[in-house]
């Protein structure tokens, strides 16, 4: 009987036959999303600017015997957005994961040295970017009835981090954005949730400098891009079917 339960509840995060976007995914939280889908069953399109990068985590997926294809795609473009879903639609017939996670810090740049455009360009790369993937997964995910959106935020939308005000605030328009589609969706059985990263040892977090920022963590080490994914993973996954408009925070209790 306890075998029984312990196995069924396993099973809700099998995704085998599934099919996955995600953002990012040549470097960092993204790739490590990545590789975990794919090592549950997931055929993942690895969607990243650096196509160098997404091409070796297409390889490192196809060495493990999972299923990837490698998307060149800059976020920030619609009709990139658009060759991406076309390319996964064409690849694994359909889209039932979209992990909207590829975004860029700001630099550490106080209101002072704000610029306008400085801020048109982060709040596309990090908000814009995410609606207009969700957007274009929408029909997929509707006519099927069935499908799972995670939106990759931060701490710094939460709480703020004393500095990068576009930064904090693209962060911050990610929650609303999923607590609205959330509610929107759910009539079509959409999940939509969101993480609240928490300092992560990534390519991203190191150009900013881990050792000040990393005195907020109450846990005793600053974490990885598996801590991360995992949540991701448990997100998209059948046992988070209940589970919508939510965000939950893998941040080693920096903020509670
Ligand atoms: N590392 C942290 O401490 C931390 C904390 C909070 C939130 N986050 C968020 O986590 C996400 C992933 O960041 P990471 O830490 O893994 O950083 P990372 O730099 O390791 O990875 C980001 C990936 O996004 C890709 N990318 C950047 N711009 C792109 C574009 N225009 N189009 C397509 N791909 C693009 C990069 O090439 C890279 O592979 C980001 O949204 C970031 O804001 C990170």
Same mark, same amino acid.
Request: aromatic share 6%; with cysteine.
């Given at each position: 009987?306890?075998?029984? &339960?312990?196995?069924?509840?396993?099973?809700?995060?099998?995704?085998?036959?599934?099919?996955?976007?995600?953002?990012?995914?040549?470097? %960092?939280?993204? #790739?490590?999303?990545?590789?975990?889908?794919a090592?549950?069953? +997931?055929?993942?399109?690895?969607c990243?600017?650096?196509a160098?990068?997404?091409?070796?985590?297409?390889?490192?997926?196809?060495?493990?015997?999972?299923?990837?294809?490698?998307?060149?795609?800059?976020?920030?473009?619609?009709?990139?957005?658009?060759?991406?879903?076309?390319?996964?639609?064409n +690849?694994?017939?359909?889209?039932?994961?979209?992990?909207?996670?590829?975004?860029?810090?700001? %630099?550490?740049? #106080?209101?002072?040295?704000?610029?306008? =455009?400085?801020?048109?360009?982060?709040?596309?790369?990090?908000?814009?970017?995410?609606?207009?993937?969700?957007?274009?997964?929408?029909?997929?995910? #509707?006519?099927?009835k069935?499908?799972?959106i995670?939106?990759?935020?931060?701490?710094?939308?939460?709480?703020?981090?004393?500095?990068?005000?576009?930064?904090?605030?693209?962060?911050?328009?990610?929650?609303?954005?999923?607590?609205?589609?959330?509610?929107?969706?759910?009539?079509?059985?959409?999940?939509?949730?969101?993480?609240?990263t928490?300092? &992560?040892? &990534?390519?991203?977090?190191?150009? #900013?400098?881990?050792?000040? +920022?990393?005195?907020?963590?109450?846990? =005793?080490?600053?974490?990885? =891009?598996?801590?991360?994914a995992?949540?991701?993973?448990?997100l998209?996954?059948?046992?988070?079917?209940?589970?919508?408009?939510?965000?939950?925070?893998?941040?080693? %209790?920096?903020?509670?």
């Amino acid at each position: 009987m306890r075998e029984n &339960t312990a196995k069924a509840t396993l099973d809700f995060f099998q995704l085998e036959g599934q099919s996955a976007i995600v953002t990012g995914a040549g470097n %960092g939280i993204g #790739r490590s999303v990545a590789l975990i889908l794919a090592g549950l069953g +997931a055929k993942v399109a690895v969607c990243d600017i650096e196509a160098d990068s997404a091409v070796a985590v297409v390889r490192e997926i196809e060495e493990k015997g999972g299923t990837a294809i490698a998307c060149p795609c800059n976020v920030c473009l619609l009709e990139d957005v658009k060759k991406t879903v076309e390319a996964t639609v064409n +690849a694994f017939g359909t889209v039932d994961i979209l992990v909207n996670n590829a975004g860029g810090g700001g %630099g550490g740049k #106080r209101l002072e040295d704000m610029t306008y =455009p400085e801020w048109d360009r982060l709040i596309q790369l990090n908000l814009t970017s995410a609606y207009m993937f969700s957007m274009e997964v929408l029909p997929c995910m #509707r006519k099927q009835k069935r499908g799972k959106i995670c939106n990759v935020s931060s701490g710094a939308g939460i709480v703020g981090d004393f500095s990068d005000v576009h930064y904090a605030a693209s962060k911050a328009g990610m929650l609303g954005m999923t607590k609205e589609m959330a509610r929107e969706l759910a009539k079509d059985h959409i999940n939509v949730n969101a993480l609240g990263t928490g300092l &992560t040892d &990534t390519r991203m977090s190191r150009r #900013r400098g881990l050792e000040q +920022a990393s005195k907020e963590i109450l846990w =005793p080490r600053v974490g990885t =891009p598996e801590d991360q994914a995992y949540s991701i993973v448990f997100l998209v996954s059948e046992a988070a079917e209940y589970l919508t408009g939510q965000m939950i925070c893998p941040n080693g %209790g920096s903020w509670m």
